[in-house]
């Protein structure tokens, strides 16, 4: 999500944008596990079974970007 300053006092700065990106921070669903795409066996004995059942990493990204 970006936020786009347009007028900003002064004449060194021109523009502003300032913004946020968050990935694997919310998983809706009724798994009980992790997450239910990982590590999940494709055919055979093994479908649908959790080998790692440790949940995706997550992450946040701030993000400023000055006009002159």
């Not at 959790?50 to 970007?65: C, E, H």
């Given at each position: 999500?970006?936020?786009?300053?347009?007028?900003?006092?002064?004449?060194?700065?021109?523009?502003?944008?300032?913004?946020?990106?968050?990935?694997?921070?919310?998983?809706?669903t009724?798994?009980?596990?992790?997450?239910?795409?990982?590590?999940?066996?494709?055919?055979?004995?093994?479908?649908?079974v959790?080998?790692?059942?440790?949940?995706?990493?997550?992450?946040?990204?701030?993000?400023?970007?000055i006009?002159?």
């Open positions: 999500m970006y936020y786009t300053f347009n007028k900003i006092p002064g004449k060194i700065i021109h523009g502003l944008r300032a913004g946020v990106s968050l990935n694997n921070y919310i998983t809706i009724k798994y009980s596990g992790y997450d239910p795409e990982v590590s999940n066996f494709g055919t055979g004995f093994s479908t649908g959790d080998v790692d059942p440790f949940p995706a990493s997550k992450r946040a990204s701030l993000n400023v970007t006009d002159f």
